[in-house]
């Protein structure tokens, strides 16, 4: 394994849905960011 492939697409993708959900869930609390 490189030690870059956590740079990949897929990865890169599959953590930004994730910050897209948590960031969903924030706003819902009226969290932080806006």
Request: charged share 30%; glycine share 6%.
């Amino acid at each position: 394994m490189n030690q870059t492939s956590a740079l990949d697409p897929e990865v890169v993708g599959d953590v930004l849905k994730v910050m897209k959900d948590l960031a969903k869930e924030r706003h819902d609390y009226g969290c932080c960011n806006a």
